[in-house]
């Protein structure tokens, strides 16, 4: 009769084994945006994949920012509105891009007439679904990459 004896490296490698596949099981539950999460940034450029609009830099002409929060909500300043809704990214082979995704946002009563920008990220966000973040920019994308939205880090609040 042979008994089968690990030895405390295979024990220790086996653990390590298991506890790595854990942690490959559901990527998107622990992962939820980790470059992204608590941080906040500010709109910087809308470009146009159709190259009817090209690029339009917006920073200069309303205050547009989100807060992308860790557990799950995302909160919009849109210049004198204000707004918020739940969002969640998934990555894709490297931490720095990936899907999103938002849902409509839900606008705060308020009686100021919406800018033109504004009212097109307020119809857009639903269909945000893609990202890429370089160095402390963040590119959002809509369906079809119809649109691509630029954003600035800035600090949390």
């Known amino acids: 009769m042979r008994f089968f004896v690990l030895k405390p490296t295979r024990v220790f490698c086996c653990f390590a084994s298991v506890l790595m596949l854990a942690g490959c099981a559901a990527p998107g539950q622990s992962w939820m945006g980790a470059p992204l ?31 992308l929060l860790a557990n799950g ?17 998934r990555p894709g082979r490297i931490d720095t891009k990936g899907e999103i995704e938002f849902y409509p946002l839900e606008l705060a009563a308020s009686s100021c007439e919406p800018d033109l920008t504004v009212n097109r990220l307020i119809s857009d966000v639903p269909f945000l679904e893609g990202y890429v973040l370089i160095q402390n920019h963040l590119y959002l994308n809509t369906q079809a990459n119809a649109k691509i939205y630029g954003w600035r880090q800035m600090p949390l609040k």
């Open 73 to 89: 909500d995302a909160k919009f300043d849109l210049g004198c509105e204000k707004g918020g809704t739940d969002w969640y990214a």
């Open 37 to 67: 999460k608590d941080t906040a940034w500010q709109l910087v450029t809308i470009e146009s994949s159709s190259g009817d609009a090209g690029r339009q830099y917006v920073a200069g002409e309303v205050n547009i920012s989100m807060q």
